[in-house]
């Protein structure tokens, strides 16, 4: 585990797995559609509301480490409302996995864990990991992301 800018760029697509699938070239980054058919560049850095073909001619790696700062600044934000009240009562790392998922999903999908979010409020560690691992995002769409999500909602 490192930073939380070195996980979601792992997570996200590192530019080795980036050039492998043909969305970072001759040292730039190029839109691709995600898993859910969103537009996406980068480091998972959602542009479906930008201008077409705004990003066509790519980003460098400066401009996406910047903009997946921002998202992650803001799925962080995102992440606290999601969790109200109960997130002053979640560990450092817990805090983690809800901004990564608020990166990752967005907070209307994350919004959709009604049931982890109640977990959240009552402080129930077990209900947490239990909603987390039987939503469809945990087993289709990214389940190695949401078991190590998982486990590490069990550190301190």
């Known amino acids: 585990m490192g930073t939380m800018i070195e996980d979601i760029i792992r997570h996200e697509g590192s530019i ?7 969305t970072y070239r001759d040292g730039m980054f190029y839109p691709y559609k995600d898993t859910q ?18 990003f066509d001619v790519g980003i460098g790696e400066q401009e996406a480490m910047m903009m997946a700062e ?4 803001e799925a962080g934000r995102n992440a606290e409302y999601f969790a109200g009240k109960g997130w002053k009562s979640l560990s ?10 608020a990166y990752q999903l967005g907070l209307p999908r994350l919004s959709k864990f009604k049931e982890m979010k109640k977990a959240v409020e009552q402080n129930d560690l077990k209900g947490m990991v239990r909603e987390m691992m039987a939503s469809e995002w945990a087993k289709k769409d990214s389940p190695a992301r949401a078991a190590e999500l998982a486990n590490k909602m069990y550190r301190k």
């Not at 058919?37 to 705004?54: E, R, W």
């Open 92 to 101: 450092p790392n817990q805090q983690e996995v809800l901004t990564e998922m």
């Open 70 to 73: 921002y998202d992650l600044k």
């Open 37 to 54: 058919g969103v537009l996406t560049i980068g480091y998972g850095s959602n542009i479906d509301k930008a201008a077409p073909g705004f």
């Open 16 to 22: 080795p797995y980036q050039k492998h699938i043909g």
